[in-house]
């Protein structure tokens, strides 16, 4: 069943630092701050632009999550930052489980 939203399953808003990697384009990578996860997915904020449809790796330090999925939609916001939604390839409960967050170095 669908969530007033038109979601399968409601995301939580957890800020998880994450990074991701094109899988295309290897040498495309950022680093960011997760809004909101679910099983399926998440949206985060990143310093660079993602084109929809491009093949990731979505990982979280220090490397305990780790999946593949794509990028859905990127959309400007503030402070010259991007607002990405990310679909996981399949679903993946401990996205949304609470974490020891440690951020990515560099």
């Known amino acids: 069943m669908h969530s007033v939203t038109g979601r399968i399953e409601e995301r939580k808003s957890i800020a998880v630092s994450v990074r991701i990697i094109s899988l295309e384009h290897p040498e495309l990578v950022d680093s960011g701050i997760t809004q909101n996860v679910s099983s399926l997915g ?5 310093g660079k632009r993602w084109v929809p449809n491009e093949p990731v790796l979505i990982e979280s330090p220090p490397g305990n999550v780790r999946s593949r999925g ?10 010259g930052e991007f607002t990405v939604g990310l ?7 401990m996205w949304s489980q609470p ?8």
């Open 42 to 46: 998440m949206q985060a904020l990143f």
């Open 70 to 79: 794509w990028v859905v939609y990127c959309r400007p916001a503030s402070r």
């Open 87 to 93: 679909r996981l390839l399949t679903p993946q409960p």
């Open 99 to 106: 974490v020891n967050n440690k951020r990515f170095a560099g």
